[in-house]
């Protein structure tokens, strides 16, 4: 009775199974290593963790810390009493009343319980396994012996007739244990692989849930704004706005279906990933080698990789799907046409004024400080003690801003203050913020304005264009027309001079961006729509 209660307290509170590679928790309560670092993995995200057994609460992901005492004394009970196990096997030679068996006897084909097993011979051809109705399996069909070894070359368990006289002569072949230890391997690094998996697929899920609210808060918004707008031209304008309200409609519908869809189908997909899982942890935890080894191997269980979804969900780089596709400037374009009857409406929407471009403190270089109201970066030789995280500037003097294009035509304008080593330009939120490529201009994903001993450049891509011309001024204009895919750049002075324009394909949105070498970089305002001077 002590020993089925001991052997109870050796199972694991998650799988319900003899503990493998028991781990505890920092209150003290053991699992195992897998179940534990599943039930961790699925709590990530979630703003904390817990143990799932007293449910005490872990600000950050609690250290697994092997429990080599409870390991010692598993090892020793499961040596010395085999776990009684509801096979529905009984012991052969208990004809008076069922016995469960605890072991069979290959040699014999016989199954036995505790008592016979006492009694039973110890001699090396009566090979023991887990209770088994099969035992006509575990024998070659041949020889009628038992399997012991497996052939590597046409990975079949054989006996040692068929590796001495028999087909198998001269081939390479493993003792069954060793051959169930090396597939247990490959079977958990693909286990690994689909944990991996799963878990870039939780997180597309979470990321594409994110992208529908976006669209439905912004959808509902822009429908709030128009409605604001005809309150006191109900009567005349009460057409044109149900016409914007059915368009603003349509598209969060039409966004809100696609990524429910594509939600659908990464669902699917962690299903399939989880049951796969399921089976190699089976197969994993089996004792029985020959089991394990007799399992076919498919690509599908295998190789993870394969069909692994990212056609169908459009790839990993498609999953941001931004909110701005919804196209207002169709409720633009639509207002535009009434300009004869309601006089600035179309302005009173969409022009920005000087104070929407700030500069973003969770982005700046801890050797620029920013101004109060975020109009002004100045290098400074103090640290700033700002915390590093993977939106700051590591390398370069840099700042973005806040404030992010995505459509239509802006224009901004900065004063240097002195006349030191700058940059002013825009970049894709994606440009790299640590390494060696991450300074404006210097890589794919930013256009920029740059001085640098005396000599004024624009440089995209390492690709530096030096201009000619002589540049007094130390106020610039920086115009984006994002449909048409141009960003210039002007010296604001009498006449207003262009510089240089890049034409390209703008693929994200862009954020305006400084580099400060030196002295400072105040912005002074910008706009919408601006004209270029002829």
């Known amino acids: 009775m002590a020993s089925a209660d001991l052997r109870e307290e050796l199972d694991c509170s998650i799988c319900l199974t003899t503990y493998t590679d028991p781990v505890m928790l920092r209150c003290g309560h053991n699992f195992c290593r897998v179940c534990i670092d599943r039930v961790l993995d699925t709590q990530d995200g979630s703003g904390g963790y817990s143990c799932p057994k007293c449910r005490e609460e872990f600000q950050e992901r609690p250290a697994l810390m092997r429990n080599l005492a409870l390991r010692k004394i598993m090892e020793n009970l499961l040596t010395t009493q085999p776990t009684p196990r509801e096979t529905g096997i009984f012991c052969t030679y208990c004809v008076d009343s069922p016995v469960p068996a605890v072991r069979s006897c290959l040699h014999c084909e016989a199954s036995l319980c505790d008592k016979h097993l006492k009694v039973h011979s110890k001699s090396p051809e009566h090979v023991l396994s887990d209770p088994s109705t099969s035992l006509e399996n575990r024998k070659c069909s041949v020889h009628k012996k038992v399997l012991e070894y497996y052939c590597t070359e046409d990975a079949a368990c054989i006996c040692v007739s068929c590796s001495l006289a028999g087909e198998h002569w001269g081939h390479r072949v493993e003792m069954l244990d060793e051959a169930s230890e090396k597939k247990k391997k490959k079977l958990r690094n693909v286990l690994q692989k689909l944990i991996t998996k799963r878990k870039e697929t939780e997180e597309r899920v979470q990321s594409l849930e994110e992208s529908r609210r976006k669209a439905q808060e912004k959808a509902s918004g822009e429908a709030e704004r128009v409605t604001a707008l005809f309150i006191d031209l109900r009567r005349r304008l009460d057409d044109l706005e149900k016409r914007v309200l059915s368009d603003i409609s349509r598209q969060e519908k039409e966004k809100s279906l696609s990524l429910s869809a594509l939600i659908q189908k990464l669902e699917i997909q962690k299903d399939e990933l989880s049951r796969k899982m399921r089976h190699i942890e089976e197969l994993c935890n089996m004792t029985d080698p020959l089991t394990v080894l007799q399992e076919p191997d498919t690509g599908d269980l295998c190789d993870p990789e394969e069909g692994g979804g990212d056609e169908d969900t459009g790839g990993h780089d498609n999953q941001r799907h931004d909110v701005d596709d919804l196209d207002v400037t169709v409720i633009s374009d639509t207002l535009h046409t009434l300009c004869d009857i309601i006089s600035g409406i179309r302005s009173g929407i969409y022009v920005e004024g000087p104070g929407d471009i700030l500069l973003d403190v969770n982005t700046a270089h801890n050797n620029l400080h920013i101004s109060d109201d ?30 992010r294009f995505t459509s239509g035509r802006h224009y901004w304008d900065v004063e240097i203050s002195r006349s030191g080593g700058w940059m002013v330009g825009m970049c894709y939120p994606s440009i790299d913020r640590r390494g060696g490529q991450s300074c404006v201009g210097c890589n794919n994903k930013s256009w920029g304005l740059e001085r640098y001993n005396n000599q004024y450049y624009v440089t995209h891509d390492r690709k530096g264009i030096r201009l000619r011309d002589n540049i007094s001024s130390d106020t610039f204009r920086i115009c984006l027309d994002y449909e048409a895919g141009e960003l210039s750049f002007y010296e604001l002075c009498d006449p207003i001079r262009h510089l240089h324009t890049f034409t390209t394909t703008f693929t994200e949105p862009l954020h305006a961006v400084l580099c400060v070498w030196e002295g400072s970089i105040k912005i002074l305002g910008g706009g919408r729509k601006w004209e270029k001077p002829s």
């Open 374 to 403: 975020l109009k002004t970066a100045t290098w400074t030789q103090e640290k700033q003690n700002r915390p590093e995280t993977a939106e700051r500037f590591q390398v370069y003097p840099q700042v973005m801003s806040s404030r």
